[in-house]
């Protein structure tokens, strides 16, 4: 366990040295110190660079270090001094446009001429504009009725791809024991296939209803929203004999953010602006698999 605030760049490339003297530069003008860490973590895929910093960044400079990294082709993580890489035992993610490159359900609406209507709601819920999640399951939901089942397993095999570094991502924490957890307000049709093709421990998901082989416009049962992403959270922490900030946790949505506040690192993956404000890391250029470096 670091006694200091640690950044972490990622990268694809290699890290230019005029990141380090930016960064460095810009703590000065903050009125803080920053200082490389030598230490070397390799990975076959990324390159990675290491600062400590012994102050509190304020939401306004992570912000801006980011920024600044992102002008230099480079991801940037913050890990807080408390936290323990080799304690963590969970990793929970979200599934639509984290773990996979497509929101299931605007797909599924694509079949239908519906996907403008039903992508609309999916966007201004994700980035936090509209605050019911259930609510907005249920009313894009809804426009899915009558469509044929079939359009389920259409989606899957036509369009659905798991995200860079997905699947290296689960092999590696799979193998070091980790509960890994896929907790989504998507579908079940679709958790329970990635369950079975990349291993994950558990899923959880909303159900649609199908009756004659369509879809009724109905979800059966309680809506997995942001709320009950973090309950499953807690109890595959529970599981675990663990705590929360023993988790790694990932997603792009506003309805993310319960499940990712308190967690030993969030990450923020491809995300909504108001997911990056608040999470650790945020992945806009690495693969989903650059979290191992976090927890290494």
Not at 82 to 95: H, I, N, Q, R, T
Not at 191 to 204: P, R, S
Not at 206 to 230: C, M, P, Q, R, S
Request: glycine content about 8%.
């Amino acid at each position: 366990m670091s006694k200091h605030l640690t950044l972490v760049a990622l990268a694809n490339t290699p890290i230019p040295a005029q990141l380090n003297t930016a960064l460095i530069e810009h703590a000065k003008v903050l009125g803080i110190q920053i200082a490389i860490d030598e230490r070397v973590l390799s990975h076959s895929k990324y390159f990675t660079s290491r600062w400590t910093c012994t102050q509190v960044l304020m939401p306004e400079a992570r912000v801006a270090m980011r920024d600044i990294a992102a002008a230099h082709n480079t991801d940037l993580a913050f890990l807080s001094p408390g936290f323990k890489p080799g304690e963590v035992k969970v990793l929970a993610m979200d599934m639509d446009s984290t773990l996979i490159n497509i929101e299931c359900i605007d797909e599924i609406a694509d079949f239908t001429g519906k996907k403008a209507a039903v992508s609309e709601i999916t966007e201004a819920t994700m980035r936090g504009e509209i605050k019911d999640f259930k609510e907005s399951l249920r009313r894009r939901v809804a426009l899915l009725a009558g469509v044929s089942a079939d359009v389920l397993e259409s989606v899957y095999r036509e369009r659905l791809r798991p995200n860079p570094g997905a699947s290296e991502l689960l092999a590696a924490a799979n193998a070091r024991g980790l509960h890994t957890l896929l907790v989504s307000g998507g579908f079940t049709f679709f958790t329970e296939k990635l369950q079975q093709e990349l291993g994950f421990k558990q899923t959880q998901a909303n159900t649609l209803e199908i009756i004659d082989g369509k879809l009724t416009g109905k979800v059966i049962g309680e809506i997995v929203d942001g709320a009950a992403k973090a309950a499953y959270l807690e109890g595959a922490c529970a599981l675990m004999n663990c705590h929360k900030s023993n988790s790694i946790t990932m997603g792009d949505g506003s309805n993310d953010l319960p499940m990712m506040h308190g967690s030993g690192i969030s990450i923020a993956y491809r995300a909504k602006p108001i997911v990056k404000e608040k999470a650790g890391a945020a992945f806009d250029r690495v693969g989903l698999d650059a979290a191992l470096l976090l927890i290494t």
